[in-house]
């Protein structure tokens, strides 16, 4: 069984950094890409940022040249480093694991259970 484990929110004030961090354990597993999702008070959830194996990042426009998201293939792990936040980064961000699973023999998902950030003064 595959599972993620989010870490890293927290109270930051506008201007402030924060780094998220998303570990995927388990086993018969590879990962194909993760990201990370956030839904702000009362709105959907939207994609933020994403990486693939081979370390390639996407970003939505609205943090671009601000979030930066990058993996440490050894540990599993995706980090969401994130500079200039502002009140509208407030959200909880969800870490989303696409991974190709040897027991199925096929691909799965699996999201983190999110971890609030919010950027007030």
């Known amino acids: 069984q595959v599972r993620l484990v989010e870490s890293g929110g927290g109270l930051v004030q506008p201007g402030g950094s924060l780094r998220l961090s998303c570990a995927a354990s388990g086993s018969a597993f590879d990962i194909i890409s993760m990201a990370w999702y956030r839904q702000a008070p009362e709105k959907q959830r939207d994609w933020v940022a994403s990486?693939?194996?081979?370390?390639?990042?996407n970003y939505t426009n609205s943090v671009k040249g601000r979030f930066t998201i990058s993996r440490d293939n050894a540990k599993n792990t995706v980090y969401l480093q994130m500079n200039s936040l502002k009140p509208e980064d407030t959200a909880v961000y969800y870490c989303?694991?696409?991974?190709?699973?040897?027991?199925?023999?096929?691909?799965?998902?699996?999201w983190g259970r999110g971890t609030l950030v919010t950027v007030s003064s």
């Open positions: 989303k694991l696409k991974y190709y699973s040897w027991r199925i023999e096929g691909s799965a998902e699996l």
């Open positions: 990486i693939t194996s081979m370390g390639v990042g």
